[in-house]
């Protein structure tokens, strides 16, 4: 069974950065698209980035120029670097992937979600 577990969420002034990562483990023979969801309160998710496998990105308007996103295939880990975050980004952050297992199964799997605060 694969998982993803994420870290480097927490509590930021505005202003300031954070890094969240997510690594998939199991039996993994690929990993297609990645991606980073949010979700505030009384929100519905919203895709913030994805990268495929071939390393193209695209970001949600409200983020480009300050978030990046990039993934290290040897780690089956997905990163996203977050700067000049502003309080509309206080959400829960999960990380998404497509993967395929050694025996071809693919499928979509999701990380348990990580909160980011930003609050003075």
């Known amino acids: 069974q694969v998982q993803l577990v994420e870290s480097g969420g927490g509590l930021v002034q505005p202003g300031g950065s954070l890094r969240l990562s997510c690594a998939a483990s199991?039996?993994?023979?690929?990993?297609?698209?990645m991606g980073w969801y949010r979700q505030a309160p009384g929100k519905e998710r919203e895709l913030v980035a994805q990268?495929?496998?071939?390393?193209?990105?695209s970001y949600v308007v409200s983020v480009k120029g300050r978030f990046t996103i990039s993934r290290d295939n040897a780690k089956n880990t997905v990163y996203l670097q977050m700067n000049s975050l502003n309080p509309e980004d206080t959400a829960v952050y999960y990380c998404?992937?497509?993967?395929?297992?050694?025996?071809?199964?693919?499928?979509?799997?999701w990380g348990q979600g990580t909160q980011v605060t930003v609050s003075s």
């Open positions: 199991g039996s993994i023979f690929s990993i297609n698209n």
């Open positions: 990268i495929t496998s071939g390393g193209e990105t």
């Open positions: 998404y992937a497509h993967i395929v297992e050694m025996g071809r199964a693919t499928y979509g799997r």
